[in-house]
């Protein structure tokens, strides 16, 4: 009975050891920038934000105000991930709950969901303005901005113009939202031309 006894310490106590390693191997998988650059995850950024015609700075700046770059963000409404997807979003572009914190594959369902933005805002062929469109329409979903821009219309303002649509946006954060990306990706920029002129 002793010896039963001290068998099933040991199972415990070596249970316990192979779960902190997992979660050892897990948490450096989610948490290990993955590269040396400006910024976490430059490798990716570069790699991924010229197939939806985007500098790395600005995908990057959408991660930064996102989440600061943590791959294990959660925000009050579910949002997970570097690129803080809902999770009907992050399952519609290939995540499931296995995949949703590494953040390459975060990233990459990101910019899919970005891509899927783009189509919407083609009509707008300024890419610029395009672009705070898409923006826009990540933070609060395109239904609030194509009412925004109806808005903007209605009282005389031109609806292709993110200036012009932007006072009719009911969400102050997204309207916020889409300047400090704009500014996080000039403040990427200029790191880069700093460091290219040392």
Known sequence: MKAKGQLIVV???????????FQGVKRSKLS?????????????FERLAPTIGWEWSML?????????????????????????????????FGLNDSTMLIPEDNIRAGVEYIRYLQDKWSFISNMEEQTKFVLASYNAGPGFIFEARREAKAH???PYIW??????????????YVHNVLRTKSKYDSLIDTNNQQ
């Open 156 to 158: 005389g303002g031109n």
């Open 60 to 92: 990057a700046a959408v991660a930064w105000n996102e989440s600061h770059f943590n791959p294990q963000a959660k925000s009050h409404v579910g949002a997970r991930g570097i690129m803080q997807l809902m999770p009907k979003t992050a399952r519609r």
């Open 163 to 176: 200036h012009d649509v932007e006072p009719y946006v009911k969400q102050e954060v997204t309207r916020k």
């Open 32 to 44: 290990e920038p993955m590269n040396e650059g400006p910024v976490p995850y430059y490798v990716v």
């Open 11 to 21: 199972a415990i106590l070596l249970g316990v050891l192979a779960l902190g390693v």
